[in-house]
């Protein structure tokens, strides 16, 4: 898989992938790191799919990374979103604003949390 700066250039996204069925989550994060996916991508925008997709990966986290976003215009909800992507993936890759909202509100927090390697 070709890999940039950011790491591969395809991934599998959870938007109406999975949702919060762990079990569907399983048999098709299975068959795409199987196949060499190595990049996934979630929200908490997209229900129950970082739950599910964290159960997924449970044994392969280390071998792949994990895309996902804040998506809040709140800091503190944002922080809380955090909390929970860290509890469920132990860390994020790459940590994305969804739709930019309140952006400016979350970009200070979230590069402390980068700095200090969460």
């Known amino acids: 898989m070709e890999e940039r700066r950011l790491g591969p250039v395809v991934g599998l996204g959870t938007w109406n992938t999975f949702g919060g069925d762990a079990s569907l ?5 299975g068959a795409a790191v199987d196949a060499g996916c190595r990049l996934f991508d979630s929200s908490p925008m997209y229900g129950g799919a970082e739950a599910s997709l964290s159960t997924a990966l449970r044994d392969r986290r280390d071998g792949v ?11 503190d909800a944002g922080r809380e979103q955090f909390r929970r992507q860290l509890g469920w993936f ?14 400016r509100d979350h970009l200070p927090w979230l590069e402390r949390e ?5």
């Open 25 to 29: 989550a399983g048999h098709v994060v």
């Open 65 to 75: 990374r994990v895309a996902t976003k804040i998506w809040s215009p709140s800091t």
């Open 90 to 103: 132990g860390r994020v890759d790459l940590e994305q604003i969804h739709n930019l909202a309140a952006w």
């Open 114 to 118: 980068r700095e200090a390697g969460r």
